[in-house]
Structures are given as structure tokens and as C-alpha cells.
């Protein structure tokens, strides 16, 4: 277990960003899930990360069992079962038969449905330092939140 999720465990620390597969296996009562990061008023704007698969072969034979695989993995009655037991959120938002059984995704349910797929890391190399410039000028008080975020779109565009 990572060291800041123990701290937390422990309530040395009161907050922690950590991955939702962490969340469900040591989730209790009184911890909450939200969303990050939030926009205007509250909103939340998840980013998450999803995964893909991706079978070829120029085999006819492998083709067609690589085709029965993916449909398989996709196929939502499966998918809602293994993303459940891995602690993911599902990959589409709706016929959750295992996930309506469980209290812990009522929120998840909600948050994937506002989830936005975290970008690449092309796009984010270039946003990062912007973000991260924005964010220390706010720190140094050399601007305030408003100008700082109108200075990084104005840069970005």
C-alpha cells in the first residue's frame, strides 16, 4: 500500500487522490469518492483513464476468434462483471446488473457518466507547463486566479 494512502487510512492526512481500484479495497463508511477535478460551481469533471483493446492478425482463422474475443470483452453483461470486480468504472453507463447491486457505484455511476478521457500525453506536454505556470503565479500572488487562467487560454489558443 502507498504511503500517502496509508497516512490517510490512519487519518494522519485528510484528504488523498488515489486510483478507484484503491478506493474500493479499503473504502469504508465514512470515506467519500468525488470527482476531480471540479469546474464552475462545483461541477464535476472527471478525468479518467480507459483501456482498449486491440486484436489483429492476417490470418482469416485468427481474425474471426479475435473478433468473438473483443465482442466478448465488450459484451455488457461481462464487462459490467469483471470492471466490478477489478474496481473500475465501466465502460459504458448503462446495463450495470452487477453495478446496481452494489451501494459503492450509486457515485460512480454518476461520475462515469461525467467522466472525460484524461489527453494524451502530446496534448498534455504541451498544457502542463502552462497550467503549471498559471498555478505558480497564483502561488507567488503575481496574478490572481481569473487573470491567470485568462493569460494560459489566451496562450493555449
Not at 59 to 74: F, R, S
Not at 103 to 108: A, I, K, L
Amino acid at each position: 500500500m502507498e504511503h500517502n494512502l496509508q497516512m490517510f487510512l490512519e487519518g494522519s492526512i485528510h484528504m488523498i487522490v488515489t486510483r478507484l481500484p484503491a478506493f474500493k479495497h479499503y473504502a469504508k463508511n465514512d470515506i467519500e469518492a468525488i470527482p476531480l477535478p471540479l469546474e464552475k460551481e462545483n461541477s464535476p469533471y472527471p478525468l479518467v483513464n480507459t483501456w482498449n483493446v486491440v486484436l489483429t492478425n492476417s490470418n482469416p482463422e485468427h481474425q474471426n476468434l479475435a473478433v468473438k474475443l473483443a465482442e466478448k470483452l465488450a459484451d455488457p453483461v461481462f464487462n459490467d462483471e469483471w470492471t466490478n470486480a477489478a474496481g473500475f468504472l465501466p465502460v459504458r453507463t448503462t446495463d450495470h446488473t452487477v453495478w446496481g447491486k452494489d451501494s459503492f457505484y450509486e457515485n460512480m455511476q454518476f461520475i462515469s457518466k461525467k467522466a472525460e478521457l484524461i489527453p494524451n500525453s502530446q496534448i498534455l506536454g504541451k498544457i502542463l507547463p502552462v497550467i503549471n505556470q498559471a498555478i505558480t503565479s497564483v502561488i507567488k500572488t503575481s496574478a490572481s486566479p481569473e487573470d491567470a487562467a485568462k493569460t494560459a487560454t489566451d496562450s493555449l489558443n
